[in-house]
């Protein structure tokens, strides 16, 4: 069975169908790797995959992310329904969480070690809304004015989920990884090179709030306005769901965001993450930087 790959329609992204993600061989491999770094986002529709099937497709891609929460988990459940069957509330830490992906992101900008890719796949669907949007960063940067490419060349911002769901009124716990904020955040530039394709993009979205040498309300601004116009069409795609489907997303040069739906209704995903590459996706904090001050003199001797 040869895949059929379909573009969508958008400057990224495509439909792959004639494909079983739970049995593939390495021509279909080779084929589905491919598509990625071409598309940036690949839908496949009706996979029905187990838990143990994401997992072994998503580590074709690379190592697992080592998620906080259960750092034996290697695929969590993005999901506002309670193991015990209720559903959360708004006062809820996870519930600000869930509304925290609503705002368009690139997963784990925020830590020292980025993501490389992330796969959802729908277990439970509401019966409106809550699709899945991704944007094309290669497609924005290429798309802007060259009086802006020049005015961003060589500008890097500080990634922090602290700010990000600051924001919109939620103080999350700082410390275990998850802490980084002011100036110690991880520092990204804002023109992301591709390690695989080499491609130019924006490396933006909502953990990004602060540039070294400007004032904090002109970087705000600056990322807003840069924020608006790449996400916009033809440079994204809305995935509607359906339960099986899997959708997943190159966090190298795209941006996502949950849709909302009546949150009364359970919205299970089944979500695995692939961990960045340390050459391209790992960067210092400045907590890092302020440690390299305090050598033990011991050690100058
Ligand atoms: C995520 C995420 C979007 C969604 O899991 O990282 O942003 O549609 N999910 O649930
Ligand atoms: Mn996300």
């Avoid at 993600?21 to 598509?35: C, F, K, M, P």
């Avoid at 705002?103 to 796969?119: C, F, Q, R, V």
């Avoid at 802490?179 to 955040?185: L, M, N, Q, S, V």
Wanted: with cysteine; proline share 6%; hydrophobic share 35%.
């Amino acid at each position: 069975m040869q895949p059929t790959i379909t573009p969508l329609d958008a400057t990224l992204g495509a439909s792959i169908t004639d494909i079983d993600l739970a049995n593939l061989n390495e021509d279909t491999w080779a084929i589905v790797e491919d598509a990625f770094h071409e598309y940036a986002a690949l839908v496949f529709p009706e996979q029905n995959l187990t838990d143990e099937a994401q997992i072994a497709f998503a580590n074709r891609f690379g190592d697992m992310e080592i998620l906080r929460d259960d750092p034996n988990a290697k695929a969590v459940n993005i999901t506002n329904q309670k193991p015990d069957g209720s559903i959360l509330q708004p006062d809820e830490h996870r519930y600000q969480a869930l509304r925290g992906n609503e705002g368009w992101h690139t997963d784990s900008s925020y830590m020292p070690l980025a993501a490389k890719a992330s796969i959802l796949a729908a277990l439970t669907v509401p019966s409106a809304g809550g699709e899945t949007a991704v944007a094309d960063m290669r497609a924005a940067y290429d798309d802007l004015d060259q009086d802006m490419k020049d005015r961003i060349e060589g500008l890097s911002a500080h990634h922090s989920l602290y700010q990000s769901q600051a924001k919109i009124g939620h103080i999350v716990e700082t410390g275990a990884g998850y802490g980084y904020h002011d100036k110690g955040a991880p520092l990204r530039p804002l023109v992301n090179i591709h390690p695989v394709t080499g491609r130019k993009s924006l490396f933006i979205g909502r953990h990004a709030y602060s540039i070294p040498g400007m004032d904090d309300g002109e970087a705000q601004e600056l990322l807003d306005e840069l924020l608006d116009f790449a996400c916009q069409p033809p440079r994204t795609y809305f995935h509607s769901w359906r339960p099986g489907d899997v959708f997943m997303w190159d966090n190298r040069c795209t941006l996502h965001a949950a849709r909302p739906y009546d949150y009364g209704e359970a919205r299970i995903m089944r979500h695995t993450r692939i961990a960045g590459d340390p050459v391209s996706e790992l960067v210092a904090t400045g907590r890092d930087a302020r440690a390299a001050d305090f050598v033990p003199s011991s050690t100058n001797r």
